[in-house]
């Protein structure tokens, strides 16, 4: 599967984005997905995954309650809301796709099917 991330861009403090990620080939329906973020000089750092099935998602504390992950496996997208959008989540965000199912791992160093990043700058 490849993926492709788009819907970044420049957005004020307070407010929103809505990030995709777009899947190519088979079996996207069976694979988990999750989004990661990173900064210069920072590891990537996890933000929000989805189970296959859509089932069960899950989320970093810091953005809990602003981000909503869902997934839409007719269109092998899963998507990423993000409202409240505040200066610190200035980053590349890139999605990731987990074929074994499972539980949703937290560490980039889980996944090696990666998208390309896109950039979200929030300003103050």
């Known amino acids: 599967v490849q993926l492709q991330a788009s819907g970044g861009g420049l957005v004020q403090a307070g407010g929103s984005l809505r990030l995709s990620c777009s899947a190519s080939?088979?079996?996207?329906?069976?694979?988990?997905m999750v989004w990661f973020r990173q900064t210069p000089g920072k590891e990537r750092e996890f933000v929000a995954g989805?189970?296959?099935?859509?089932?069960?998602?899950y989320y970093a504390d810091s953005v809990k309650g602003r981000f909503t992950i869902s997934r839409d496996n007719a269109k092998n997208t899963v998507h990423l809301h993000m409202v409240s959008l505040k200066p610190e989540d200035t980053a590349i965000y890139s999605c990731?796709?987990?074929?074994?199912?499972?539980?949703?791992?937290?560490?980039?160093?889980?996944?090696?099917?990666w998208g390309q990043g896109t950039l979200v700058t929030v300003s103050s």
């Open positions: 990731a796709a987990d074929p074994f199912g499972g539980d949703v791992a937290r560490t980039a160093g889980s996944y090696y099917i």
């Open positions: 989805i189970t296959w099935n859509g089932g069960s998602t």
């Open positions: 080939g088979r079996s996207f329906s069976n694979y988990n």
